[in-house]
């Protein structure tokens, strides 16, 4: 009965898809291309279909990948570049390694994603403070949601920004009927293996319809390579895709829309569980979810430690994205200017995230639905 459920399951999926996987990876050791072997550029082909969009770039990580994309900008001293406050370090750390200044915004309270008229303000300040030039912004796709695009696109075309779309734990996901990946000028995706289409290491991909960029971001990923190796045309990074991930990554292509379904009706069966009872982030309107993450909102930290703790004690997982927003973590507070960001601090007190993945059975999910209602009802 109280068997441990697990937050994560790569085992039970390795299980599942094994002799495909196997039979990819063999692949790769008898042909023994390591370094971008044809696997990488057939997953590019695969998944740039998939989203729809003209090219893809598989690279080394979803950070190489916002790196390479802002570095393709000239991101740099100077620029400021917007972001959410509520979202992954790495989102806020490529702008400050490449010497730009983040600009943390405050998410919208009923989604939690970017709010689009605090983005506009942050941009009417720096414009006005006239210290930064305004360069980028980075929508993030939280949780597997989709940003607000539309009025993010209308933002970045007012403003002259360059707009990057940080869908790392988004891939599979939709907005206004398209898949995630054609909105923003770039599209970046993480594979880390516990995002919604991870591999069993790093690697993370590029996608953009531009042909300028594409091959832009090309010659980034190999040390700014031209036409020949040995031609380098501009500082670039050793951001390539590994090729046994690239291969790990075919295997696994094949099974990602029946997981997206799953993960879609474990988020269901919780919806109508639970949302009488917590409040949970709204669904955005007109789009699916990639459901990399399930949260609820608990009504303080207190609160939120008891239930962690009560699912501790039923042997259920569960996990904090995020117990600080970026703006107050120690490497970042100094270049925030102090301003109040009340919703990003406030759920960052409450949030509580519950296992999500392919692999729970409806018991399983109907065991950890009972044990936040002992706390809940
Ligand atoms: C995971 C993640 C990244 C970084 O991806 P890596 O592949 O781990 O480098 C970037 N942004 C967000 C929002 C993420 O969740």
Request: net charge negative; with cysteine; glycine share 6%.
């Amino acid at each position: 009965m109280n068997d441990p459920i697990l937050f994560l399951d790569l085992n039970k999926q390795q299980v599942r898809i094994g002799k495909i996987l196997k039979d990819r990876i063999d692949k790769v050791f008898s042909h023994g291309k390591f370094i971008l072997g044809p696997e990488v550029q057939e997953l590019e082909d695969r998944l740039a279909e998939y989203v729809g969009v003209s090219y893809c770039i598989g690279v080394s990580s979803g950070t190489d990948a916002i790196q390479i994309a802002l570095m393709g900008e000239n991101v740099g001293r100077g620029d400021a570049v917007f972001l959410p406050a509520f979202t992954y370090t790495a989102t806020a750390e490529v702008p400050l390694l490449l010497g730009a200044t983040p600009i943390f915004v405050d998410i919208n309270p009923e989604t939690f994603q970017i709010d689009p008229i605090n983005l506009k303000s942050a941009i009417d300040k720096v414009k006005k403070e006239n210290k930064l030039k305004p360069k980028a912004i980075i929508g993030v796709d939280l949780f597997g949601q989709p940003a607000p695009w539309n009025e993010l696109c209308q933002i970045a075309n007012d403003e002259n920004l360059f707009l990057l779309d940080d869908c790392a734990q988004s891939f599979g996901g939709q907005y206004h009927g398209k898949k995630l990946g054609s909105q923003a000028d770039a599209t970046i995706t993480s594979f880390f293996p516990s995002k919604p289409f991870g591999a069993y290491g790093d690697g993370g991909a590029i996608f953009t319809n531009s042909l300028e960029k594409f091959e832009l971001y090309r010659s980034l990923r190999s040390h700014g390579e031209g036409q020949t190796r040995y031609q380098v045309l501009r500082t670039g990074i050793n951001g390539r895709l590994d090729t046994i991930q690239a291969a790990i990554l075919l295997a696994k292509f094949g099974y990602l829309e029946e997981e997206l379904v799953r993960r879609e009706e474990i988020a269901t069966l919780y919806d109508a569980a639970l949302l009488s009872c917590v409040k949970i982030p709204a669904r955005v309107l007109n789009s699916k979810s990639a459901w990399a993450i399930y949260s609820i909102l608990l009504s303080d930290e207190a609160e939120r430690k008891f239930v962690q703790d009560t699912l501790k004690a039923e042997n259920i997982p569960s996990a904090i994205y995020y117990p600080l927003p970026l703006h107050l973590q120690p490497a970042y507070h100094s270049y925030h200017d102090g301003t109040y960001l009340s919703v990003s601090e406030e759920v960052s007190k409450r949030i509580l995230a519950l296992p999500i993945h392919p692999e729970l059975s409806n018991a399983q999910v109907n065991r950890v639905i009972q044990a936040v209602l002992k706390v809940k009802k």
